[in-house]
């Protein structure tokens, strides 16, 4: 997805922006203009058009309402439990992708471990939606592996603790599947980035593995890791495939809300609908702004 | 010790993640092999196989998939190759571009297409053709962040302004340039983009179910799911293994070269 992969160009390819100033050559621009004009037509168009109609109500006047009626409890709680989730599962599956990375590049573990995780994880991190439901269902469904072996091993039935694979933890577990993969992916090459010389540099002066963890590694992994948990928030976020055929539609899931409205209208003004779309984009163009601001202080000490 | 201690820390993560991985498979594949009553069969496999609308879904998402590739490599290496030679200043620009499918999810997306082109002056959704052109672009618009950045990366890997200037020199037009210099040597970039392209088109539910339903792959396999409980888990497996086969194949293509491959269709 966004990759920090940015080399920079071995080419001296400015020798003309060098010179002060030079006006834009329109006429070289000429031939990307498909390009732009299929952003502009396909991404930009349909964008603008929601945001237009977000700010109309059922008469076609101008106004706010859609937005401050995004605040009525029924509509922000589905943000809110969508959040909750995309969180949960940012943060469960960053620490346990987190983990991984860690042990196939600084933590000593065998060499073939690394490359069988990294390309599992290309795999998981594409297995998602509907046969990723299928999946959870018969792992943590009703008659489920995992929940008849919990059953048979130890008695328990976790449906009557009030676990469902329906239910928040259920989504959770499941968007892990695709998260941690996702985590591996993009802070291996953050991991590889930590020099061996700071640790013996830490270690010269004194430090424990604590500290150099401490003061040293994690102050530069920081944003790193802060721009991946963004990036696996986004990723659950905006998931609607899986939620939809695990939960059949019955969780208030925010993307499951604008599912139903584009079916037929069922907050029943389409103004509210087109909000609740926006909603969603400026939740992301926040996040993403965090996220570029991240990237920028990062690529100052790494370079991925 | 404190280093033993610290080996065991990475195996213990290291174990809990591979079960994470394995588990839901493994349920998911006896699940699917208890279709015949108290033995084990591949029952389920064989209706999935026998059922003429696993087949004609199937080709149907991978001829969109085909026309994505086609259609995203068109935009995406001509432009990508001419900011890198002649417009260094627009990087920035389709930077944030290749950006946009992230801040816009695909529900969000397919809700805008939807009333832009149902109505005037498009009419797009009212023609066969139509429907499959829009769903085309909505596909090239998901594959378009890793598709540019995998294409970029290829640029920024080959030297594109002498490479350039020395077929000029010996006399070459664009279209040779374009077809028998740069192409050529950005066939793995394009490979990856096109095998991940391929896999996130495949399955993907949300943008398909609104605009063609259950003629597609992924509505197809979530309508199975609603009926068919054993079918549904043979479908989750053959599905795994297609998408195993796509990073496979981008794995021998790239030889081995990791690379973020992560499209966004959950």
Redesign the interface.
């Known amino acids: 997805?966004?990759?920090s992969?940015?080399?920079p160009?071995?080419?001296?390819?400015?020798a003309s922006?060098a010179r002060p100033a030079p006006s834009?050559?329109w006429r070289?621009?000429l031939?990307?203009l498909?390009?732009f004009l299929?952003?502009l037509?396909?991404?930009i168009?349909?964008?603008a058009?929601?945001l237009f109609?977000s700010f109309q109500d059922k008469q076609g006047n101008f106004t706010f309402q859609n937005y401050i009626d995004l605040f009525k409890p029924s509509i922000f709680s589905a943000y809110w439990v969508s959040i909750r989730i995309s969180l949960a599962s940012a943060i469960g599956g960053g620490i346990?992708?987190f983990?991984?990375a860690?042990?196939?590049t600084v933590?000593?573990?065998p060499r073939w471990?690394r490359?069988s995780?990294?390309?599992?994880s290309?795999?998981?991190?594409?297995?998602?939606?509907?046969?990723?439901?299928?999946?959870?269902?018969?792992?943590l469904g009703r008659t489920?592996?995992?929940t008849v072996l919990i059953k048979n091993l130890f008695g328990i039935n976790l449906y009557d603790l009030g676990f469902s694979i329906y239910s928040f933890w259920g989504l959770t577990f499941t968007?892990?599947?695709?998260q941690?993969?996702?985590m591996v992916?993009?802070i291996?090459?953050a991991l590889d980035g930590l020099r061996r010389e700071w640790r013996e540099a830490a270690e010269t002066l004194g430090a424990s593995?604590w500290d150099y963890w401490r003061r040293v590694a994690l102050p530069i992994l920081t944003p790193s890791i802060l721009g991946a948990m963004i990036?696996l928030f986004?990723?659950?976020?905006?998931?609607?495939?899986?939620a939809?055929?695990l939960t059949?539609g019955f969780i208030n899931l925010i993307?499951i809300l604008?599912?139903s409205?584009?079916?037929g209208d069922v907050l029943q003004n389409l103004g509210l609908?087109?909000a609740l779309?926006m909603g969603?984009?400026i939740v992301?163009?926040f996040m993403?702004a965090v996220y570029?601001l991240l990237r920028r202080r990062s690529e100052r000490w790494l370079k991925l | 010790m404190?280093?033993y201690l610290?080996?065991l820390?990475?195996?213990f993560?290291?174990i809990?993640?591979w079960l994470?991985?394995l588990?839901?498979?493994?349920?998911?594949f006896?699940?699917?092999l208890r279709a015949k009553k108290d033995a084990l069969s591949f029952l389920a496999y064989e209706r999935v196989f026998k059922d003429p609308n696993f087949w004609s879904t199937f080709a149907f998402s991978l001829q969109i998939g085909f026309i994505t590739i086609l259609a995203g490599l068109v935009?995406?290496v001509?432009?990508a190759y001419?900011?890198?030679?002649?417009?260094?200043?627009?990087r920035a620009v389709?930077?944030f571009?290749?950006?946009?499918?992230?801040?816009?999810?695909?529900?969000?997306?397919?809700?805008?297409?939807?009333?832009?082109f149902s109505g005037a002056p498009f009419f797009l959704t009212n023609t066969f053709t139509g429907t499959y052109t829009?769903l085309v672009?909505?596909y090239?618009?998901l594959a378009l962040?890793?598709m540019y950045?995998a294409i970029?990366?290829g640029l920024?890997a080959i030297?594109?302004?002498?490479l350039t200037e020395a077929a000029q020199s010996l006399g070459a037009g664009w279209p040779t340039i374009l077809f028998r210099v740069i192409i050529p040597n950005l066939r793995v970039s394009m490979i990856s983009a096109a095998f991940?392209t391929l896999?996130?088109v495949m399955?993907?539910?949300?943008i398909a179910?609104?605009l063609v339903g259950i003629k597609a792959f992924?509505p197809y396999?979530?309508l199975v799911?609603?009926n068919k409980t054993y079918e549904?888990?043979s479908?989750?497996i053959i599905?795994?293994a297609l998408?195993?086969a796509?990073?496979?194949l981008?794995?021998l293509f790239s030889r081995?070269r990791?690379?973020?491959?992560?499209?966004?269709?959950?």
């Open positions: 997805m966004l990759r992969n940015n080399p160009s071995p080419i001296k390819r400015d922006s834009f050559p070289d621009a031939w990307v498909p390009f299929f952003i037509l396909f991404v168009l349909p964008s058009s929601l109609g346990l992708g983990m991984m860690y042990g196939v933590g000593g573990l471990l490359a995780l990294l390309t599992f290309g795999v998981a991190s594409n297995f998602a939606g509907v046969p990723l439901a299928f999946a959870f269902m018969a792992t489920g592996l995992i968007y892990i599947y695709f941690f993969p996702l992916l993009i291996t090459p593995s990036l986004g990723n659950a976020f905006g998931a609607y495939a899986t939809l055929s059949g993307t604008i599912g409205q584009i079916k609908g087109y779309a969603m984009v992301m163009a993403i570029y | 404190r280093r610290g080996l820390w990475s195996w993560w290291m809990f993640g994470y991985f588990v839901p498979l493994l349920a998911t006896l699940f699917s935009l995406i001509p432009t001419w900011i890198r030679l002649r417009l260094p200043r627009l389709t930077e571009i290749s950006m946009l499918p992230f801040v816009v999810p695909a529900i969000v997306l397919v809700f805008g297409l939807i009333r832009v829009v672009a909505a090239v618009v962040p890793y950045r970029d990366t920024a030297d594109v302004r002498t991940l896999a996130t399955g993907e539910f949300t179910s609104f992924g396999m979530s799911g609603q549904s888990s479908l989750a599905s795994f998408t195993w796509f990073m496979g981008i794995q081995g990791a690379e973020a491959a992560v499209a966004g269709a959950h």
